[in-house]
């Protein structure tokens, strides 16, 4: 099973339709569960990332493999993506996303992470990476399957 949480709300109806596209896709490999949470307002970013943290910490089981997105995780191509979902699978099937705010993560949400993996040192808006790293799901499984999907 995939869980992915994401601080905020998708808008764009564009970006709804990409989304709902790959958890079709999704559907024939995985249960892919997304949970999004409310964006918090505060003036101070410490404060933003903790209550976020709270909220993104309250939808965790104990076993699940957790995945955060970080610009200082480590970067890797699809096919080295593919055997790291491989290896967290074989200890629990459970991989759980993490797409933290505009701020980032908290400390908390970090130090549970199992794993953390980047895109790029890029920044990306938070609604378009939802639909890219849906991509990068569904590719993992087609390269598992030895399925083919286009480079």
Known sequence: MIK??????????????????????LSKYTKLDIVELPDISYNEIDKVKKEEGKL??????????????????QELSSLELTNKLCSL??????????IGGSYGLSEEVKERANYK???????????????MLLEQI???YKIRNNENYHK
Not at 56 to 73: F, Q, S, Y
Not at 117 to 131: E, I
């Open 4 to 25: 992915l949480i994401c601080v905020g709300k998708i808008k764009e109806k564009y970006l709804i339709e990409a989304i709902d596209e790959y958890k079709k896709r």
């Open 56 to 73: 993104i910490l309250k939808h965790l089981k104990e076993t699940d493999n957790v995945i955060i997105l970080d610009i200082n995780g």
């Open 89 to 98: 699978e074989s200890f629990n099937s459970n991989l759980c996303f993490i």
């Open 117 to 131: 993996l980047s895109f790029s040192k890029l920044t990306f808006p938070h609604q378009l990476f939802r639909v």
């Open 138 to 140: 569904y590719r993992t």
